[in-house]
C-alpha cells in the first residue's frame, strides 16, 4: 500500500477560522458542513476544510456568479435554435437577450444600418426593435447613418 502525499500548500480550516474569514456565525458554518453544503471532513469534534474546498463553495454562492445564471436561464427561455423567439418585456430579461444579440458586434467598429440591420435579424425579425433597443440601452451609439458599439457599455453577463 502506497502512502498517499498531500501537496506541502494544502492548507485546511477549522470551523471557526471559517467563521472568521467570512464574517458568519460558527454555528450557521457547521450547519452548513454537517449538511454537506460545505465539503469538509470530520475529525474528532470539528471539521476541516480544504482551502480548494472553500473557495469554490464561495465562487459557487457569489453574487456575481448568481447574475450569471440568470442570464443563462433567461437566454434558454427567450432564445431557441440560435433565434429570439420573443423579447421579454421585462427590462432585465430583454437587456440579458439584446446583450446575447451585441456580442456579434466588435467594440469600436463601424457599422452601416443595414448592416446592423443584417447582423440582427440572424437573431430576430424585428431588427428595427432591437436596433432601437441597442441605443435606448447606450449598447450602441447612431451618427450620421453609421452605428458603432459603445465601448463603456458594460454587458451583466
Known amino acids: 500500500m502506497e ?5 506541502a500548500n494544502l492548507r485546511f480550516y477549522s470551523t ?5 474569514m467570512l464574517k458568519m456565525n460558527i454555528q450557521v458554518i457547521a450547519r452548513k458542513l454537517a449538511a454537506g453544503e460545505i465539503v469538509g471532513y470530520k475529525i474528532g469534534k470539528d471539521w476541516r476544510v480544504s482551502e480548494t474546498d472553500l ?3 464561495i465562487e459557487k454562492h457569489s453574487n456575481q456568479r448568481q447574475g450569471k445564471k440568470s442570464a443563462i436561464k433567461v437566454i434558454d427561455n427567450f432564445i431557441k435554435n440560435g433565434r429570439v423567439i ?3 418585456a421585462q427590462r ?3 437587456r440579458y ?3 446575447h444579440i451585441l456580442k456579434e458586434f ?3 467598429q463601424i457599422y452601416s444600418e443595414a448592416e446592423v440591420n443584417e447582423m440582427i435579424q440572424k437573431y430576430y425579425d424585428d431588427y428595427c426593435l432591437v436596433r432601437r433597443e441597442f441605443i435606448i440601452e447606450k449598447m450602441m451609439g447612431r451618427s450620421n447613418g453609421k452605428y458603432r458599439r459603445t465601448s463603456s457599455y458594460t ?3
Not at 502512502?3 to 501537496?7: A, N, T, W
Not at 471557526?16 to 472568521?20: G, H, L, N
Request: glycine share 4%; proline share 7%.
Open 3 to 7: 502512502k498517499s502525499e498531500l501537496p
Open 16 to 20: 471557526m477560522e471559517i467563521a472568521e
Open 55 to 57: 473557495l469554490s463553495w
Open 86 to 88: 420573443a423579447l421579454p
Open 92 to 94: 432585465k430579461k430583454r
Open 97 to 99: 437577450v439584446l446583450e
Open 106 to 108: 466588435k467594440t469600436g
Open 155 to 157: 454587458t451583466t453577463e
